[in-house]
């Protein structure tokens, strides 16, 4: 009778078990996206139009294309002219120059980077640590594959006559070059 006793408790257990793996499965198999029953939405996808038929009298005429639509390009900001932004940033006003220093860091690397080199070699020193770091910005933002904002920046480190520049402008080549090492990310 023992041994009766304990094949029924197992039956029970087993039985037990097996129904809640057949819930499980059930539940899991009635929440999916294709289960019977539950509708699925598929994304329209718009089809180019057709092209049109040549008229009749187009035929005999030649046909030439026509160019394809310019894509807009986006406006380009209206920046001062170099030399007004040279003499804004060696100028005695600490405003104006600092002003049109962060306007040199939004420029087109280009264009920036030969007055922020007359800047870096003629300024004071608070304007020439503002290049500097226009210069790293410049190369941070538009990258440096020229080397130009290096070369710049290596000028400044061997032909300075201030050590505090000296010092800033070997921190802006050290984050320049990381960033120049660094692998591309694709974003």
């Known amino acids: 009778m023992r041994v009766q006793g304990i094949s029924r408790s197992s039956l029970?257990?087993?039985?037990?078990?097996?129904?809640?793996?057949?819930?499980?499965?059930?539940?899991?198999?009635?929440?999916?996206?294709?289960?019977?029953?539950?509708e699925i939405t598929v994304p329209a996808v718009s089809l180019p139009e057709p092209p049109q038929p040549i008229a009749a009298a187009a035929t005999t005429a030649e046909v030439v294309p026509s160019p394809p639509p310019a894509e807009e390009t986006p406006a380009q900001p209206e920046f001062p002219s170099d030399a007004?932004?040279?003499s804004d940033a060696l100028a005695q006003d600490a405003l104006k120059a600092e002003s049109a220093i962060e306007t040199l860091a939004r420029m087109p690397k280009e264009r920036a980077v030969p007055v922020l080199r007359q800047i870096v070699t003629s300024g004071d020193e608070k304007v020439r640590v503002l290049a500097l770091h226009a210069l790293r910005t410049l190369a941070l933002n538009q990258g440096d594959a020229d080397g130009a904002v290096r070369n710049v920046v290596r000028?400044?480190?061997?032909?300075?006559?201030n050590e505090d520049v000296t010092h800033k402008a070997q921190a802006v080549l050290a984050d320049v070059e990381n960033a120049a090492s660094a692998p591309k990310s694709r974003r």
């Open 84 to 86: 007004e932004l040279r």
């Open 155 to 161: 000028e400044a480190i061997y032909h300075g006559d």
């Open 12 to 38: 029970t257990l087993v039985g037990l078990f097996a129904l809640g793996v057949g819930s499980i499965l059930g539940y899991s198999y009635a929440t999916r996206g294709d289960a019977p029953g539950k």
